[in-house]
């Protein structure tokens, strides 16, 4: 009855994946992509972020290298290299992801698609029939109207800059923000972090917020809390001078925005169609993803629930085996880990402390900070801090945290734990691998505060 039993609206993590299973499966799929394969993660998200966050760490490496022995390195850095290597590889990802879709036999369509009915889709000069539709459009960056915002740019831009700033202020206290301001940082760049509250990180566990700051001007991060920017003016030399609501000011080469992402459902046609959206544009879905016209899915970024790269894998990878396998699957969304790729990172799994405190009667809270071996020599005064939380009636560790260099591959290993239900004893059962930052997780035995009972 139609060409297609699905047609996909997005080709990054979620899209992709969802069109390879779905086909895996029997299924007649086409998927439509109008502008770069593999999405945000690929091309301006995780994957680039990561490669700069490899390139900023050298300045530090090279400086202490110097307490181990090596003599006489003189770095330098050359910012074109850096962004046209990264560009190469995201060009070869790009065409991985093609081959992808090819090789599950799904159908490729470049340019924007726009549903024009419930089966209906029109893109480029073709209008394709099909029976289900899958909106993976993702998100797109948020920037408040200010005067002066078209001097700022966003993480969007900051992934092919033709110069690196002798200045940066970067704007916001997420993901972004800070990973991007570590970047620039690290990269040489006078760096200022400008945050509207008095903590960064919101949604994370306390003393991690506070730790991170601690560390985070330790990297020569010039953190201006309580600051919103009110306007920016470009000076006749090309400077930029940031005017915060106070009358604060600040001069810099480059504002980076990152305050947030919205949905991208502009121009997809769900107006007429009545899918519902919240107020930010977000299409409401339920467990299977089904927004409120039934034959009209949506997953990942654009639904705004959780913003990750590996959910939206997750929620195409339910979505598929649900419609096309005969598998009712349900995601489960507790115990997410998650990482921030600053300097150090951070790791984090399960619930925060105050979470903790609000759900479990009584809790005890595990905590460890240190200098790790490797500044025994180095010279550099970073230090890490791990947080156990368990809940006191089941013994269970229910929030597992963590700032310090590769947090994210430590925390990613006890998520596992986290997930199968691991007790604290079976924590203290577990031999260490020494010597590493990681077997501090498992010689944790003085709780820091006595039994919390609320
Ligand atoms: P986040 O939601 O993480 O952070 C947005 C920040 O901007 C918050 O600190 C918020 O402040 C602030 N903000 C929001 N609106 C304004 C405003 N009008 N004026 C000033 N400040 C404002 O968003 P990001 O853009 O950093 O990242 C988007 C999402 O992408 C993340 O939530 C995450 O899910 C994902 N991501 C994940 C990464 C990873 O896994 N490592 C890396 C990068 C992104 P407040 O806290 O006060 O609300």
Redesign the pocket.
């Known amino acids: 009855m139609y060409e297609y039993d699905l047609f996909v609206i997005g080709a990054g993590s979620g899209g992709v994946r969802a069109a390879r299973m779905s086909a895996s499966y029997g299924a007649r799929v086409a998927c439509a992509e109008d502008r770069y394969m593999g999405g945000t993660c690929v091309n301006v998200?995780?994957v680039p972020?990561k490669l700069f966050v490899y390139a900023s760490h050298y300045s530090e490496e090279y400086e202490q290298s110097k307490g181990f022995g090596w003599d006489n390195v003189l770095p330098q850095f050359n910012w074109p290299i850096l962004r046209n290597n990264k560009d190469k590889e995201i060009k070869r990802l790009n065409s991985v992801y093609l081959d992808l879709l090819d090789a599950a036999g799904v159908t490729y369509f470049r340019g924007r698609a726009r549903i024009v009915d419930e089966h209906h889709i029109v893109v480029g000069d073709s209008i394709v029939s099909t029976e289900k539709i899958l909106i993976a459009t993702g998100?797109w960056?948020?920037i408040?109207a200010f005067p002066g915002r078209e001097y700022v740019i966003s993480?969007n831009e900051a992934f092919s800059l033709d110069n690196l700033p002798k200045r940066a202020l970067v704007?916001?206290?997420?993901?972004?923000?800070?990973?991007f301001a570590g970047i620039f940082s690290g990269l040489g760049v006078e760096t200022y972090l400008?945050?509207?509250?008095s903590l960064?990180?919101?949604?994370f566990d306390q003393d991690i917020r506070t730790f991170t700051c601690d560390e985070l001007k330790k990297k020569y991060i010039d953190i201006l809390f309580n600051t919103?920017?009110s306007r920016v003016e470009k000076l006749s030399d090309g400077t930029l001078e940031v005017i915060f609501s106070d009358g604060r000011s600040q001069n810099t080469d480059l504002v980076l925005f990152?305050?947030?992402?919205k949905p991208n459902v502009q121009d997809l046609g769900l107006e007429s169609l009545g899918v519902k959206c919240r107020d930010n544009g977000a299409i409401i879905v339920d467990e299977q993803f089904r927004s409120s016209v039934p034959n009209i899915f949506a997953l990942g970024?654009v639904t705004d629930r959780?913003?990750?790269?590996p959910v939206a894998i997750a929620e195409a990878m339910a979505f598929a085996r649900t419609q096309f396998n005969s598998e009712l699957t349900v995601l489960d969304y507790d115990g997410i880990p998650?990482?921030?790729?600053c300097q150090p990172n951070i790791g984090t799994v399960g619930l925060t402390e105050d979470e903790a405190k609000l759900k479990f009667n009584r809790i005890q809270v595990f905590k460890s900070e240190f200098k790790g071996l490797k500044h025994s020599l180095s010279g550099s005064e970073e230090r890490t801090m791990m947080k156990l939380i368990v809940d006191v009636a089941t013994d269970q560790v229910v929030g597992i945290h963590m700032v310090g260099p590769e947090a994210?591959e430590i925390i990613q290993g006890l998520a596992v734990a986290y997930k199968a239900g691991a007790t604290k004893s079976e924590y203290d059962a577990t031999i260490g691998i020494h010597p590493t930052s990681a077997e501090e997780f498992v010689t944790m035995r003085e709780p820091v505060q006595k039994l919390e009972e609320n």
């Open positions: 998200g995780c972020k998100s960056p948020d408040p993480s704007v916001g206290g997420g993901y972004i923000a800070i990973e400008s945050y509207r509250g960064l990180l919101k949604n919103l920017i990152a305050t947030g992402r970024d959780v913003q990750l790269t998650t990482a921030v790729f994210g």
